[in-house]
């Protein structure tokens, strides 16, 4: 058994700001898409969940490496022994839809550009840092900066309201359902840019550049506070 405080590596007296630092740290390292597993994924969720909530005394179960292939060979050695018993289930795979993502900023180191036919293929052959380039799912019930927080990436903003443009996106392939907006002209919508903290997929598959609060017309319409930045020079 760990205190959640353990599954996240972060002291018990650390604080919201630790906390979630940690939090986004760990839940990276647990993705099974970067070497972890959906047991290791699932525990520093409810680890999380279980800090914020205030139930900073409870005491949550690690299954170590050799535990789970224990129980594992115990179970291959049950099904060949009993040929009647029912074959495992896979595990669920994910649902929602599916969002490959780029930074921005990372376009001029490689000479791209935004508009480029073959982007995103560049970038999955470019072996680019995982919060730069890669993929997570949104439920139906998240917009996309949730989703990507809850998954462990740091993408910009402010507000949270549909009110600045510091959480632009540029929206590459697919679309998005924005309830309101009252800061984008009309022009930059047609053209794709969005705003992650109040859009939400309506295409089974997309592709967002993240982090393009620097493109011509959208600085202007920033707050001058920017959480992402600040979480940049901390990291």
Not at 139 to 161: D, I, K, M, T, V
Not at 206 to 229: I, T
């Amino acid at each position: 058994m760990a205190s959640p405080f353990d599954v996240l590596e972060v002291d018990s007296d650390a604080d919201d700001e630790e906390i979630e630092r940690a939090y986004r740290r760990r839940v990276k390292e647990a993705h099974p898409d970067h070497g972890g597993s959906a047991r290791e994924f699932q525990l520093v969720y409810t680890a999380y969940r279980q800090v914020m909530a205030g139930n900073t005394d409870a005491e949550l179960e690690v299954a170590s490496e050799a535990d789970a292939d224990e129980r594992d060979t115990a179970s291959a050695a049950e099904s060949e022994a009993d040929p009647s018993a029912p074959e495992e289930e896979p595990e669920p795979e994910e649902t929602g839809s599916k969002v490959e993502f780029l930074n921005y900023e990372i376009l001029a180191d490689h000479g791209w550009q935004i508009d480029d036919d073959d982007l995103f293929e560049k970038a999955s052959e470019a072996n680019l840092d995982q919060g730069d380039y890669g993929r997570f799912f949104v439920q139906p019930r998240e917009n996309l900066l949730e989703a990507a927080e809850n998954r462990g990436f740091s993408w910009p903003y402010s507000c949270r309201g549909g009110a600045c443009a510091n959480c632009a996106i540029a929206v590459v392939d697919g679309a998005v359902e924005m309830p309101s907006n009252h800061i984008l002209p009309s022009s930059m919508t047609d053209s794709g840019i969005q705003l992650s903290c109040i859009s939400r997929p309506v295409t089974d598959e997309m592709k967002v550049v993240y982090n393009v609060k620097s493109l011509p017309g959208l600085d202007e319409l920033r707050l001058p506070s920017d959480p992402f930045d600040n979480a940049q020079l901390n990291d």
